[in-house]
Structures are given as structure tokens and as C-alpha cells.
């Protein structure tokens, strides 16, 4: 969504507490039970980490009220999200740290979570991650076997069955 460049006026909305992955069309979904949203974005810092806040802007200052009301403290992916009133100006949403994002992403380095992984695999993919923390060596034989890519979340279950069976991964 385009950056809005409005002074406050009582219908923009602070969000804290989000998920490190969260998107605006997830923010966007979350917030629209309060009322027709105008624009919604995540922040980034200037290095294109999510910053775990967002801005929301509402149609109306009743219904960016109702949001404070309604929603501060509900949940969104296990995390407890602050929902206040956003003071000052709306935050730059075309930041370089979003460019920078969005560009780690295009290059196949984005930081975005898997969506809708299997049981087997989630349990697969952990076992693998903490392999690896267990000492160089055994992060170096992950990356041996796996390949180019590293992230046992990118791998499927029969190669980390493989791995597991073949190293003896708890």
C-alpha cells in the first residue's frame, strides 16, 4: 500500500507485540472486525529486520477507538499485541529497511516463516535445528549433507528423515 503522508488525526493505530513475520494483509485481517481500514504496514528497521510494530490507519477516529478498545492485548501467532493510539506523524512505510526486506526476499533471503508445515516436518525441522546448535561440527555436518540450502525448513521430510537416521539425531 502507498505511503499516506496525513497528519494524525486521531485514526491511526500503533501495534506492538507482532510476530517478527507478520505482513500488512495479516495485520490488515486482524484489524478489520474494528472497522474499514484506509492503509495498514509493518515497519522495518533501516537493515530490513521487522521491527515487531505496525501502523493502521482507520476510516474514521470512532473506529480506530474501537480498535484500541477492542483489540489491545488479543493474541496474533502466540504473541499479545499492544494497540494504542498512534501519536505524531505516520511512520515512512517506504522506508530502506522495507527495500532492503523486500530485496533479501527477492534473492531468495527473505525472512519470512514457513507457512502450514506438517507436524512431522515442524518436529523434523527442530530435531535438525538443535543438531546443529550443538557444536560446529555438527552444524558443519548439516551443511555438508543439505546441500546449498541451509534452512532445514526449505528441505523435504524424506531428506531430513535421511539425515536424522544417517547421523543419528536425536
Known sequence: MANQAVEADGRGVYVGGLPKHAEWQELKDHFKTAGEIEFCDVLYSDWGEPKGVGYVRYKTEAEALGAIAALNETSMDGRTLKVAAWTGKPPNTNSQGKMMYQMWAWYGGGKK??????????????????????????????????????????????????FCTTYGVP
Open 113 to 162: 516463516r514457513p507457512r502450514n508445515m506438517d507436524p512431522e516436518k515442524t518436529k523434523l525441522v527442530d530435531r535438525v535445528k538443535t543438531y546443529q546448535r550443538g557444536s560446529p561440527e555438527q552444524k558443519e555436518t548439516w551443511y555438508s549433507f543439505c546441500g546449498e540450502v541451509k534452512d532445514p525448513a526449505r528441505h523435504d521430510v524424506p531428506k531430513l528423515q535421511e
